[in-house]
């Protein structure tokens, strides 16, 4: 009298595996890349905090821009929120020494404080570095 067992063969176990693989091949990069645009969205959020906050520093202050994004400036927006995209650092660093858009890779953020100039009171993410659709940093 012959029996059946019941169960998968080997066969039909290694090619699930392979299908399994070849998926995860294909989602993996794709999630990467979605983690560096979700960065960079992160990125742009905290740069209007800034900007915002600059804004009201501005207008409460009756047109005088904040010297720099530090002690003075702190009841306005603490802590200064980090650049979060990769070629930024992840850091909250303001960089004051710049007299208009950053033409150098940096990091963090870049604060325009010399008065007088034509981008006073603005502030910059601090790298001429791409995002993932190959903008500058520097253009948000």
Same mark, same amino acid.
């Given at each position: 009298m012959l029996t059946m067992k019941k169960g998968f063969t080997l066969v039909e176990l290694m090619i699930v595996v392979a299908i399994i693989g070849i998926l995860a091949a294909v989602a993996i990069p794709r999630f990467a890349n979605m983690l560096d645009k979700s960065r960079e969205g992160a990125t742009k959020g905290n740069l209007g905090a800034i900007r915002s906050a600059v804004s009201i520093y501005y207008s409460s202050k009756e047109g005088v821009w904040p010297a720099d994004l530090t002690s003075s400036f702190s009841s306005y927006l603490y802590p200064i929120p980090p650049a979060k995209a990769n070629p930024l650092g992840n850091v909250s660093t303001v960089d004051? !020494?710049?007299?208009?858009? $950053?033409?150098? !890779?940096?990091?963090?953020?870049?604060?325009? !404080?010399?008065?007088?100039? $034509?981008?006073?009171?603005?502030?910059?993410?601090?790298?001429? !570095?791409?995002?993932?659709?190959?903008?500058s940093f520097t253009t948000y």
């Open positions: 004051t !020494a710049q007299t208009g858009v $950053p033409t150098t !890779a940096g990091v963090g953020w870049s604060y325009i !404080a010399t008065a007088g100039q $034509p981008f006073t009171g603005n502030v910059f993410c601090n790298s001429t !570095a791409t995002d993932t659709k190959g903008s």
